[in-house]
């Protein structure tokens, strides 16, 4: 089948082109092209023709198709240029040998900016098989096979040490290796030698005079700095920030503007944190590799779940993810945006698959930033979809990743590890991970989110724990913080955790005014998730002016209850529960106590009959969904 679109003639599938080409004979391919030259009315179309109408090097020919890529460069005409370069690389005698590596690196680089992978890897492979290529040609290639590589950098240990060796004393090149060293320390989970990369990379693009350079490395290192609750990170960079660096489309994502709006996005500075962002997606809009819109989508997606805009979160959320897919680049990140933004918007089912799906792409990738990331979304999902064993399960598989990092995320998901042992019944190991989580935040001084997530945290354990009086204080207070922080969802969910210790406390009208106002916030985010769970709660505490069925127990203490009732023994319990013996036990003893009752039958004798109306329990955690 051929296709036309205007003057042009596309086969499908392409392959035919190739056959027919090759059925022609070279006589008839050659008059075709001698034909087409001259009928061209573009002069860049013209010297193409003239290139392809014989394989042999040709000087003359080779030089009118690196001017003809030079016009197509001039014009952003990325990918045209790179295949003219190629070309004329390929037509181009040993005379000009030397200038055959400038066009090979000229097209390597130029695909790559272009978002032609594959012929940038083409050029870059062909600069590294001659032996006679220039050592600062090869350090190029293989900078060029580096970036292709994406999140996989782990794997390209080898074409490091290449290009450190090949390098020599040459800052110039130096300084471009020892950067890309830096995001290859960072996604494997070395800040350390992350630092100790980005300090020699500005140094270097500094005596390069390589602004540039100079500033992504000085960006990286203030990541570093803050993810190891180093306060010189402020100051790291306002030093990038003052570089002279161009914003270019592509290398957007690395630059000190965009990490400074991701630092405003952790620090809850929202509105300023999206306002920078929709001012740097104007210029990523341009990039052709993809990778930097990828990226500002991503943030922008999780500013607005942080917003309470969760329509935009998910529209800006598989915008990215789209945009990763099209471009070819590691799904990993954009997964974890996906799944939080379903968190907050969507389904947790759906954020539960992006969620399982970005850890084995990180695990593949040996990305594991973004396997402590999906590992945290798991965790939310499986908690929040009331499988607190398996939500435990990943978070303390992310706890176990982590290497001595202080950032507010990790008071975040210490959080949520401590209010999902709480569900489980494991109120003594919750309480140890909340004061972990507090000596995490202490060298973050006063975040303005923090106190409001580890009031939140502590509120949850408190109330699970039987100490609803304490609970309610505590959430209120973060329910305030995050009100001041313009954190709508959390703020919601704070409310939602008030009303639910209120609820512990038989306060069933100061229960229905926090869980409705938690419902007024969620429905006005579009908080669907979260609006299908308060309406459940707020349902519960209609009409119950007497004590409810619920008999004023935990989630663990109700399970373990109704197992007593059905006869089970504490082993048995145990085991259908993953919990340890001590643990049923200590459970048992406080629900004799807010029961009144001293044995198993006197237990049985209070609950519910199998098979009737179920006893219910109000998740004070939120993290599981009531029966």
Sequence with gaps: MVELRGETIRFVPPALAAVLAEDAGATRRAGVHDALADAALDETDSVRHRALRSGRPDADVARDLVAAADRALDRGAGRTAAELYLLAADRCPRSLAAERFDWLVAAAGTALTAGVPALAGRAAEAVLAAADSPARHRVTARLVLIDLAGQALADMGEMFAAALNEAGDDVTLI????????????????????ADWAVGAAAAARQAGDPATEAMALSALAQIQRIRGEPRWARTLERSLALPAPQVPGWLHMGP???????????????EARAELLTLLAV??????????????????????????????????HRAVAAAQQAGLSPGPTWYTAAVAELAGGSLAAAAGYARRGVRASEQEGDTL???RNLHALGQAELRAG????????????????????????????????????????????ARILTEARQAAAPLGDHPG????????TAIVLSESGQADSAVRLSAAAAEHFAESHQPIEQAHALLVQ??????????????????AALAIFLAADAKPWTEQTERALARTEGTSAPPTDLGL??????IAGLVRDGASNREIANRLYLSVKTVEATLTRVYRKLGVRSRTQLSSRLPAAGSAPTRVFPDSVTVVDA
């Design 175 to 194: 300084a471009p290796v020892r950067l890309r060293l830096t995001w290859a320390a960072m996604l494997a989970g070395d800040p350390g030698t992350g």
């Design 257 to 271: 503007r965009y990490l400074a709006a991701r630092f405003a996005m952790v620090d809850d500075r929202l509105d």
């Design 284 to 317: 990523a809009e341009h990039d052709r590799t993809g990778e930097a819109l990828v990226e500002v989508l991503r943030s922008l997606s999780e500013v607005a779940s942080r917003a309470g805009r969760c329509r935009d979160a998910l529209r800006y959320g």
């Design 370 to 372: 973004y396997l402590r």
């Design 387 to 430: 499988d607190a064993r398996a939500g435990v399960a990943a978070l303390l598989r992310l706890r176990e990743l982590e290497a001595g990092a202080t950032d507010p995320m990790i008071v975040r998901w210490r959080g949520d590890l401590a209010g999902g042992l709480a569900a489980l019944g494991e109120h003594a190991e919750a």
């Design 450 to 457: 923090v106190a409001g997530y580890l009031d939140r945290a």
């Design 499 to 516: 009303g639910g210790a209120e609820r512990r406390r038989r306060r069933y009208a100061a229960a229905r005014s926090a869980i409705g």
């Design 554 to 559: 935990t989630s663990t203490e109700a399970r």
